[in-house]
């Protein structure tokens, strides 16, 4: 039976009461949240589908073999000693040899010879699916050949709903549509190498503090969300990912509605499982799992890193004694089983795990070798991902001056003996310290007297954030050693302090580089946007140099508003995330070998109290202190579309970067595409992603982009729709023609039912309202020059 509370179709009404409470007695058990997220049961058997049939077919009889003694053990993680994150173990009787699950979205984390890619951040921020996907299959290929079945990755929750969260530069943007196309091609990569992904994490978990149960005894802070909010925002690139077909889906850590992201029986069986048809498994967090019989019932499918704490013996006995039902167990390992038939691994792959063990003295080769091709992906997607902001009195690109002088902290590579901020996470995880453990250490060190939260890697430069989607690739390059070998080609002097607060700069400089950075990590959020020792490297430098340049290397949003009126502060470049060939890409752009051609895939604002609420996570407080409440009360007006609605003008709006060369965008026009359903609701069969005829055009948006300007370049024409009754305007469409001078290219849009609709809470379904429809077309969210109507 579906039953559904007041706070989940009432919204903000619900959450206003639930504040209203908070004068009373501290709440000390969770009885009193229930019904607040609605009960869905029982959990909906996979049924197969169109392409998942053959698969399923072959699982089916391969399950119908097991005692319920082997079906369990194929929920249920054991250590091997393999260095993976976690492994499902063999059964050798009938021929399974089990599976390696490991780290993570932007490479293979803990072990030897790997590449790191471009972070999530990175990603966002290049606009390119075509790269997305192309990254990932050359992760796809590195993991298959480390014996890897599935990649923990990639990440669309966090939504960025916090600007200080701590995780968001794993994800690619604040914007689902954004996020959710970049994460399809991400899947379809990975999962061509036969790698399988698991896309995470479902859902809401948009903060690092009290993500985890067990600090100062809370429980993990629950975030309460509208219905509407749900699948508008939070729940929108994990349908696509369902629909791209990701073989599994990570429940998240924290509460959603009061009840436990791996035992949410309304975001699993209800909302994934039902509404969207998932034909995968669901893989819980890592110590997820706080309940047996409540998880099983719930539609979660496999645990990590261990089955043995409440599920193996347990979950026989659960089923023995009549507390879950057989036919729930059944279908656990056969969705697990069909996945790891439907790519292959059952005959193509190699031994679970083969190339992981990590020892320095004895470095592991990947089974097959390496292929060139992931080299190029590795560079145009370091490249395509940073964003130029700002560029005046033609500093870039330079041109071969005879003197430069380097600053900062971040120019160079870590000192492996001075261990920083991200070694130090990296070293927790790799020696055992679980993910609950670890969020207790940090609070500790939170609250200890004078301790101060790393906000900076002030040890060396970013190419990569920390905890579970830190990499420590084989290969790397930094700006320094990058910069000095185009130095001597150039026969430009190159002068250096990196270690000096307030250096002195060499007379003669032509130009200046400042590096800094922006540290964040999986466990907390980041304590500030922008800090003081950076800020003032920055302007000591500019006090003294007229054409400085700063590149920040930046894990989620970066304030620049501590120098960027400073007169001689001439160019500023968002580095964010850029992975092994850091140091290479950034040469040539600022050289001027590629131009560049990211956009922010999020909003940079003036201050930090630009953000409202949006800005830090909710703590623990008052009659909730055990049972600490995040409330989404700005349902969808998230990053760009807060802005808008609270008319906060940004200081870099999402979707904005400079280029060396100029575009004119001109000829919008709007179509109506003819036939099929045109009605309000969508009438198809439900497939992986929800009803068929969701997906279908609606409508086409064509406009030209000319390159006007006098080098090649990529540029990013963007199509916003204001729905009518919903924000001003959503991203909606995009792409990224590469154009030579004077060339001209027609890009088209296509606007599918669900990219127009909103959610009807009240017949829970996507509705496509009549009315006009604003369409904006350009190369920001506030450079929209283009402007029509669709009319529905
Ligand atoms: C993280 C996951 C990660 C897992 C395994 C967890 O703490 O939240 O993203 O995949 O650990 O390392």
């Known amino acids: 039976m579906v039953t559904h509370s007041r706070l989940w179709l009432s919204g903000v009404a619900g959450l206003a009461a639930l504040a209203a409470a908070a004068n009373d007695a501290i709440i000390t058990s969770d009885t009193y949240f229930y019904g607040q997220s609605p009960a869905v049961y029982p959990s909906p058997e996979m ?21 319920l003694e082997e079906k369990v053990n194929v929920t249920g993680g054991v250590d091997l000693g393999t260095g993976c994150s976690g492994s499902v173990p063999p059964n050798k009787r009938l021929n399974f040899p089990g599976m390696c699950v490991s780290d993570a979205s932007n490479g293979l984390r803990n072990t030897d010879l790997v590449n790191a890619y471009p972070a999530g951040i990175h990603v966002g921020s290049s606009w390119n699916k075509d790269l997305a996907r192309r990254r990932g299959a050359a992760m796809g290929g590195e993991f298959r050949r480390k014996g890897v079945n599935v990649l923990l990755g990639p990440v669309v929750g966090p939504a960025w709903r916090v ?37 995470k994490h479902y859902i809401a978990n948009e903060q690092e503090l009290n993500r985890n149960p067990g600090v100062d005894e809370a429980q993990a802070v629950s975030s309460n969300i509208d219905d509407k909010t749900m699948h508008e925002v939070y729940l929108w690139p994990f349908q ?22 791996c035992a949410n029986s309304k975001t699993l069986n209800g909302i994934l499982k039902t509404e969207l048809g998932f034909q995968g498994f669901v893989m819980s967090d890592w110590d ?17 890193p261990s089955g043995s704490k409440f599920w193996g013996s347990h979950l026989i006995e659960a089923v023995r004694n009549g507390s ?38 004895q470095p592991h080769e990947t089974v097959e070798g390496r292929d060139p091709q992931d080299r190029s992906t590795l560079l145009e997607g370091a490249i395509e991902g940073y964003v130029l902001v700002k560029n005046t009195n033609e500093t870039l690109p330079l041109r071969s001056p005879r003197v430069i002088s380097l600053f900062g902290y971040s120019a160079r590579s870590a000192d492996s003996s001075s261990p920083g901020p991200g070694d130090m996470l990296i070293y927790l995880w790799r020696y055992g310290m679980t993910p609950v453990g670890l969020d207790s250490a940090l609070a500790g060190l939170i609250k200890s007297p004078g301790s101060r939260l790393p906000d900076i890697a002030i040890n060396g430069t970013m190419m990569g954030g920390g905890g579970s989607g830190g990499t420590t690739p084989a290969v790397f390059v930094s700006p320094y050693d990058a910069l000095s070998v185009r130095a001597a080609q150039d026969d430009t002097a190159l002068y250096h302090d990196f270690g000096t607060p307030k250096p002195a700069v060499v007379g003669g400089s032509e130009a200046c580089i400042v590096f800094g950075n922006a540290w964040a990590a999986e466990g907390y959020d980041r304590p500030r946007l922008s800090d003081n020792f950076t800020d003032t490297l920055v302007n000591t430098v500019a006090g003294q140099c007229s054409k400085t340049i700063v590149v920040l290397h930046n894990a989620g949003p970066r304030l620049v508003d501590g120098f960027v009126d400073h007169p001689n502060v001439t160019a500023i470049l968002f580095s964010h995330l850029p992975g092994r060939e850091s140091g290479t890409s950034l040469v040539k752009l600022l050289y001027g070998e590629a131009s560049p051609s990211g956009k922010l895939s999020y909003t940079v604002a003036r201050q930090e109290s630009d953000y409202g609420h949006l800005l830090k996570p909710d703590e623990p407080a008052g009659r909730f202190k055990k049972f600490p409440q995040s409330d989404f009360t700005e349902g969808v007006y998230l990053d760009y579309k807060y802005f ?26 709007i179509q109506r595409v003819q036939g099929g359903n045109s009605g309000e609701w969508p009438l198809g069969a439900i497939v992986p992603g929800g009803p068929a005829d969701l997906f279908h055009d609606i409508a086409l948006v064509a406009v030209e982009v000319r390159n006007t300007g006098n080098v090649a370049g990529a540029e990013v024409p963007q199509l916003y729709v204001g729905i009518p009754g ?9 792409d990224k023609p590469f154009l030579q001078p004077g060339e001209v290219r027609t890009v088209q849009f296509r606007l599918t039912r669900r990219d127009l609709s909103t959610w009807d809470t009240a017949a829970q379904k996507w509705r496509l309202q009549r009315g006009q429809y604003a369409i904006h077309v350009g190369t920001s969210s506030r450079d929209l020059p283009l402007q029509g109507t669709l009319t529905i």
């Open 163 to 199: 600007a200080r969260g701590g995780r968001n530069w794993e994800a690619f943007s604040a914007d689902s549509y954004l996020s959710g196309s970049l994460a399809a091609q991400t899947i379809q990569g990975v999962q061509s190498e036969g790698v399988q992904t698991s896309l």
């Open 240 to 261: 696509d990912g369902v629909r791209a077909g990701t073989s599994n889906i990570m429940c998240s850590y924290q509460r959603i509605n009061n009840s436990y992201g």
């Open 644 to 669: 808008d609605k609270h008319n906060v003008s940004p200081r870099y709006e999402f979707g904005f970067g400079l280029s060396y060369t100029t575009f004119h965008l001109a000829n919008l026009s």
């Open 324 to 361: 879950v039902p057989e036919s729930r167990v059944t279908d656990m390992a056969t969705r697990i089983l069909t996945a790891w038939y439907q790519f292959g691994q059952d005959t193509k792959f190699p031994k679970p795990g083969i190339g992981m063990p990590y020892d320095v003295r």
């Open 47 to 67: 049924t197969g589908g169109a392409e998942w049939a053959a698969a399923y077919e072959k699982a089916k009889a391969l399950v119908a073999q097991m005692s």
């Open 288 to 304: 997820a799992q706080h309940a047996g019989v409540a998880t099983a019932l719930a539609g979660m499918d496999m645990v990590m």
């Open 726 to 734: 919903g924000p001003a305007k959503q991203l909606r469409g995009f």
